[in-house]
């Protein structure tokens, strides 16, 4: 059996950087990068001031999770904010947490040392590209044809736990102050995703410590975006529209400058961050574990033709030398299995051997009820 620091979880094809390209005076997007076929967001419609309306209140529908109530003495401020995160986990996938805990500083911190690194010289940034047969470093991810459509955007992306899954050129080898602060932002957020995770196995109604269990020492990657401006912003997508394979996926905006779109009821709908609130979402890995009571949620990137757009997503699912599937508390006779078991590590190499699109991938893993009647 492979050791566990060489596994290659997949790789993805070397492009150009999106922001070398944007530094060009150029008045029409290369075809590679036009998607003129992109469903328009809720906000764009129309233009009629109820359709205006209608959006604003659409964006502050989105649940907000007050985390520092699940840590409450009062038993029913604690029961009443898990029930809102099981509500919001099922009906939504997309929440917003304040009252994280992790302080403003370093979130102050790590937003200023991801501008630095995507502001630094090209021949400085080139020490950090992909290389052959890799997707971790600064590209794109789920490029695998050379005739693929390409996000208008660039992404820097890192394993960060367990420390020993760590590149030695990557996140080792960046400048002091950004591995520093990024170090740190890895461990509290860490904490944050252990906990959340841990709070909705509570209100499955999961075993105690089953969650636990499954997610064993748990892995952390992180994805730090940049989207340039486009002279033609509604002919690209900056990420295309996508769930993510992991289990939770917590996001912090970096600057003023909006984009995250999700689709709820068919309808692209707008998110707008609240001050000092991480922007979490449900990934496949938990749609998996909850057998399908909790469901990740189709989002996109938009991007704009004045502003740049930043943002750093950070990863945490399961050990990757465990297995995924329907957690056993959560199949009854009632409540057969809707997924197949899979070893971690064979779920992310059939994840990167695709291109990322719409819940693809996790349609890949639903048990057929025809099948498993025949059997």
């Not at 001031?49 to 699940?70: E, G």
Request: hydrophobic content about 35%; some cysteine.
């Amino acid at each position: 059996m492979e050791g566990i620091s060489e596994i290659k979880l997949g790789s993805s094809l070397p492009v150009p950087l999106v922001q070398e390209l944007a530094k060009e005076i150029i008045n029409t997007v290369p075809q590679r990068y036009q998607r003129p076929d992109q469903d328009p967001p809720f906000n764009t419609i129309n233009n009629t001031s109820s359709s205006s309306s209608s959006s604003s209140s659409s964006q502050l529908l989105i649940p907000v999770i007050h985390f520092n109530n699940f840590l409450s003495s009062d038993k029913f401020l604690m029961e009443s904010e898990l029930q809102k995160l099981h509500l919001a986990s099922k009906d939504w996938g997309f929440f917003q947490l304040v009252d994280h805990g992790v302080s403003p500083l370093l979130v102050e911190d790590i937003k200023s040392r991801i501008k630095e690194f995507f502001d630094m010289p090209m021949e400085d940034k080139n020490k950090f590209r992909q290389q052959s047969g890799d997707v971790e470093g600064l590209g794109q991810a789920f490029v695998v044809s050379e005739e693929q459509k390409l996000d208008w955007a660039d992404m820097f992306y890192v394993v960060t736990q367990p420390n020993h899954l760590r590149k030695p050129h990557l996140l080792p080898n960046l400048p002091l102050p950004f591995r520093e602060t990024l170090e740190a932002y890895s461990t509290e957020l860490e904490k944050v995703a252990k906990k959340l995770l841990d709070f909705m196995g509570k209100a499955l109604g999961m075993e105690p410590n089953e969650m636990n269990k499954l997610l064993g020492e748990g892995w952390q990657s992180m994805r730090m975006n940049y989207y340039p401006p486009c002279p033609q912003p509604e002919l690209v997508i900056g990420l295309n529209p996508h769930s993510d394979p992991v289990g939770l996926t917590i996001l912090l905006q970096i600057n003023e400058m909006e984009g995250l779109q999700i689709k709820k009821d068919g309808i692209w709908i707008p998110v707008k961050p609240l001050p000092n609130a991480f922007i979490v979402n449900i990934g496949d890995m938990i749609e998996i574990i909850s057998n399908g009571i909790y469901r990740s949620i189709e989002h996109r990137a938009t991007v704009n033709k004045e502003k740049e757009r930043l943002s750093i997503a950070t990863f945490y699912g399961p050990s990757l030398h465990g297995d995924l599937g329907p957690t056993p508390s959560l199949v009854t006779p009632k409540t057969p299995a809707q997924f197949k078991r899979i070893h971690v590590t064979d779920y992310f190499r059939g994840v990167f051997a695709r291109e990322l699109r719409g819940k693809s991938y996790i349609d890949v893993m639903r048990i057929d009820p025809k099948e498993e009647g025949s059997a």
